[in-house]
């Protein structure tokens, strides 16, 4: 198989699954040259330099997930990791072991677990487990269901992907809210963050010379990724800069809300609230997509401020209250 055409993503899944099946870690040399992934890319001629990057990169986008993801350095000097070994301890990634759950709670998750399953990791990551265990290794329980069956994400996911993985600049029509028509954008895309449920692309816009921040839901042409390279050395990091970003934003803007105990808006919105004096205050990223989300629970959710997001929602409520009103069959 080409190495480019393993997805970013099984690669992390089988990274995983290998720093989770051994107990004393694995050195970088045993990850390049086992984990699928990386194999492949060793075996097609890749150089040492790009692997090692590589590695360090995906390291660093899982423990920005939140996989703790533990460097085992020389005893005598910690210092020294050019021997350094890799691991997730599962101490520290599994459940607690004193959580219990009812049997309403245990059916949930059982319908939750169903998307998952032994199958749902690869061939290539069971490979790797097995050469892991070969090099005298020796694995813990088996390790199921890493990758899920499903996926949802946007359309331009894949092709900005290949753009990080190569090092090369994207082109893409981008339409910002209240525009009437999309801007050409040239990106050196260096990660792609989930944030909020939703996926957004990080990198040096081209024509701006500066760091921007992407939401691929507003991303309308096809990815082209061109043949203009950039340093790889950009992409260092560039996950936790993305989030930190986005975190500032959020942090800067908040909503006080008032929503109807029971109700979903109150079930979704309190999960990432705090409790405020009239009612829950919940901050955001990107105005017209909260004010979307927030449109969407009708009459469950009042904004009392910021004025803009409360006018934003009310033009969503009063626009779907007209084409409600519109008589069967009449032109907009």
Same mark, same amino acid.
């Given at each position: 198989?080409?190495?480019? *055409?393993?997805?970013?993503?099984?690669?992390?899944?089988?990274?995983?699954? &290998? @720093?989770?099946?051994?107990?004393?870690?694995?050195?970088?040399?045993?990850?390049?040259?086992?984990?699928?992934?990386?194999?492949?890319? #060793?075996?097609?001629?890749?150089?040492?330099?790009?692997?090692?990057?590589?590695?360090?990169?995906?390291?660093?986008?899982?423990?920005?997930?939140?996989?703790?993801?533990?460097?085992?350095?020389?005893?005598?000097?910690? $210092?020294?990791?050019?021997?350094?070994?890799?691991?997730?301890?599962?101490?520290?990634?599994?459940?607690?072991? +004193?959580?219990?759950?009812?049997?309403?709670?245990? %059916?949930?998750?059982? @319908?939750?677990?169903?998307?998952?399953?032994?199958?749902?990791?690869?061939?290539?990551?069971?490979?790797?487990?097995?050469?892991?265990?070969?090099?005298?290794?020796?694995?813990?329980?088996?390790?199921?269901?890493?990758?899920?069956?499903? !996926? &949802?994400?946007?359309?331009?996911?894949?092709?900005?992907?290949?753009?990080?993985?190569?090092?090369?600049?994207?082109?893409?029509?981008?339409?910002?809210?209240?525009?009437?028509?999309? !801007?050409?954008?040239?990106?050196?895309?260096?990660?792609?963050?989930?944030?909020?449920? /939703?996926? $957004?692309?990080?990198?040096?816009?081209?024509?701006?010379?500066?760091?921007? !921040?992407?939401?691929?839901?507003?991303?309308?042409?096809?990815?082209?990724?061109?043949? *203009?390279?950039? +340093?790889?050395?950009?992409?260092?990091?560039?996950?936790?800069? #993305? @989030?930190?970003?986005?975190?500032?934003?959020?942090?800067? *803007?908040?909503?006080?809300?008032?929503?109807?105990?029971? !109700?979903?808006?109150?079930?979704?919105?309190?999960?990432?609230?705090?409790?405020?004096?009239?009612?829950?205050?919940?901050?955001?990223?990107?105005? $017209?997509?909260?004010?979307?989300? @927030?449109?969407?629970?009708?009459?469950?959710?009042?904004?009392?401020?910021?004025?803009?997001?409360?006018? %934003?929602?009310?033009?969503?409520? /009063?626009?779907?209250?007209?084409? $409600?009103?519109?008589?069967?069959?009449?032109?907009?």
């Amino acid at each position: 198989m080409n190495p480019v *055409q393993i997805p970013a993503e099984e690669r992390l899944t089988n990274l995983v699954v &290998a @720093l989770m099946a051994t107990e004393i870690g694995l050195t970088k040399q045993q990850i390049l040259e086992n984990v699928s992934g990386y194999r492949q890319r #060793a075996e097609a001629g890749a150089k040492q330099d790009a692997l090692e990057k590589m590695f360090e990169r995906d390291k660093d986008e899982l423990r920005a997930l939140g996989i703790p993801i533990e460097t085992i350095g020389d005893p005598a000097d910690p $210092h020294d990791l050019r021997e350094a070994r890799y691991r997730i301890p599962q101490a520290e990634y599994d459940l607690p072991a +004193d959580i219990e759950f009812s049997a309403a709670e245990l %059916a949930v998750l059982r @319908l939750a677990g169903s998307v998952w399953s032994t199958e749902s990791v690869s061939s290539d990551a069971q490979s790797g487990v097995r050469k892991i265990r070969a090099l005298g290794i020796d694995g813990d329980e088996p390790i199921i269901g890493f990758a899920p069956r499903i !996926t &949802a994400r946007d359309a331009a996911f894949p092709a900005l992907q290949e753009g990080i993985d190569r090092s090369r600049v994207v082109v893409f029509e981008y339409l910002k809210p209240g525009d009437e028509a999309p !801007t050409r954008r040239r990106l050196r895309p260096l990660a792609l963050v989930d944030y909020e449920a /939703r996926w $957004h692309v990080y990198g040096i816009d081209v024509d701006a010379d500066a760091e921007r !921040t992407f939401l691929l839901s507003r991303i309308v042409s096809d990815v082209k990724v061109t043949g *203009q390279s950039f +340093d790889p050395a950009l992409r260092d990091g560039a996950a936790e800069r #993305a @989030l930190a970003g986005l975190e500032a934003v959020a942090a800067a *803007q908040s909503a006080l809300l008032e929503v109807t105990p029971g !109700t979903e808006a109150a079930l979704r919105l309190g999960r990432r609230a705090t409790p405020a004096t009239q009612g829950i205050r919940v901050r955001y990223v990107d105005r $017209h997509i909260f004010a979307d989300e @927030l449109a969407s629970y009708g009459p469950e959710v009042r904004v009392v401020e910021p004025a803009d997001l409360r006018d %934003a929602v009310i033009s969503r409520l /009063r626009a779907i209250a007209e084409r $409600h009103a519109r008589p069967e069959g009449a032109q907009a």
